[in-house]
């Protein structure tokens, strides 16, 4: 095993350099407090990968060499570092999704390739990226390393990690920027005029008041009874934390295209810097568009008070990339509010749906006190509902 050190920094490729074709054989520059052990290809391809790193499961797939770890005092990750990780103790992800999305069962010593990424979730973990190679917890199934800064009362404690090294290759820190298949723009209007971009298709947003309020499902169904009526429908996922289950979805339901943010290199968009969120809305719904489809359907992960939420909504840009929205709220209060929010803000709400279309009572008190249409989760899936959602 080789170990070497040098003065100069580490680098990392920025996210819209394009990834080199295979990894270079020589050693990444490193800082004084760094050093790098190259890393057997054997020992490389038998570590299990996550769903938020498949696109380099491809890589190694054809060329494993060429690759070390980065260790020492001097490396500080950065939330899209893929990093070499073993099992620890088990806790709450005691599976881990693999790139096909199947489940893989995780045993005490198991080595990973996961990504550092912060993570927002009520529901279960809040969680940042640190500032060294501290044990870190695995704070989503689909392949996201942090640690912990709290968690929701039903959780169990977090699976632990200890980090071995940053993943590198001759170019530096291997990071989900220079493996994505797909670009951010590097130009988004400031405060566009009319629909962006030109000549683009139908575009609906599937927002809500919180994770867990029935968006993915919502538009899953909104995408079959789109497709059911005839029409092409493309779906994205442009904010949330990555893992294969919606976009898995999204393609059972009958989209055409589906992407979602780790497509553009991006393990997580919490703290995601608003230019960044906003370029991604934009290019994730111009590469669903250039795909030729008559709708384009997206959602936007967690609640409305959420803060990256929270800028994109009040952006110009949202309204003019999204034509209409249909919110998913778990009761009538959070659909009164939601809705008053985003109408207040300028924005075409079309429906309201979710959780709360379970129950023919609380759908009753929603339908009683918001001025549109309360529609039941499933009943998306009839093309006259789905196609009464399109602008006239």
């Known amino acids: 095993m080789t170990v070497t050190t040098s003065t100069t920094p580490i680098t990392r490729t920025p996210l819209s350099a394009e990834p080199s074709l295979s990894p270079a054989p020589a050693a990444a520059a490193l800082l004084p407090g760094v050093a790098r052990e190259e890393i057997p290809a054997v020992r490389l391809r038998g570590a299990k990968l996550a769903y938020t790193t498949r696109f380099l499961g491809e890589r190694l797939t054809a060329h494993a060499a060429g690759y070390g770890l980065l260790t020492g005092t001097d490396v500080r990750p950065s939330a899209g570092d893929v990093v070499l990780a073993r099992v620890v103790r088990l806790g709450q992800h005691k599976r881990l999704e693999g790139p096909g999305s199947r489940r893989q069962t995780l045993f005490v010593g198991d080595e990973i390739l996961v990504a550092y990424g912060h993570r927002y979730a009520p529901d279960q973990f809040e969680a940042e990226v640190p500032e060294d190679l501290r044990h870190t917890h695995l704070v989503a199934a689909g392949g996201l390393t942090g640690v912990v800064t709290g968690q929701h009362a039903r959780m169990e404690d977090a699976t632990i990690l200890e980090p071995l090294g940053l993943l590198a290759d001759g170019e530096g820190v291997v990071t989900l920027g220079r493996l994505a298949p797909q670009r951010l723009l590097a130009d988004v209007p400031g405060a566009p005029h009319g629909r962006f971009p ?11 008041t919180s994770m867990n309020s029935g968006k993915s499902t919502a538009l899953a169904c909104l995408v079959r009874g789109l497709a059911s009526a005839g029409r092409s429908v493309a779906a994205g996922k442009v904010t949330g934390t990555g893992a294969g289950g919606d976009p898995r979805l999204f393609a059972d339901a009958g989209a055409s295209a589906v992407l979602d943010f780790t497509d553009f290199g991006l393990p997580s968009t919490f703290r995601l810097d608003h230019g960044r969120v906003r370029a991604l809305l934009a290019s994730l719904v111009g590469a669903l568009a250039a795909t030729g489809p008559d709708v384009v359907v997206v959602e936007i992960a967690d ?5 990256e939420t929270g800028r994109l909504l009040r ?6 990339v999204v034509d209409r929205v249909v919110f998913a709220a778990g009761d009538a209060l959070g659909a009164t509010a939601g809705v008053g929010l985003l109408e207040a803000a300028g924005i075409d709400v079309a429906a309201v749906s979710g959780v709360l279309t379970s129950s023919p009572l609380a759908t009753r008190e929603a339908a009683a006190v918001v001025d549109v249409p309360v529609l039941p989760t499933f009943g998306l899936t009839e093309p006259e509902a789905a196609t009464a959602l399109l602008p006239r």
């Open 315 to 320: 952006d110009p840009l949202f309204r003019a």
């Open 198 to 208: 030109a000549g683009r298709p139908t575009v609906i947003a599937v927002l809500g």
């Open 303 to 307: 609640g409305v008070y959420q803060d």
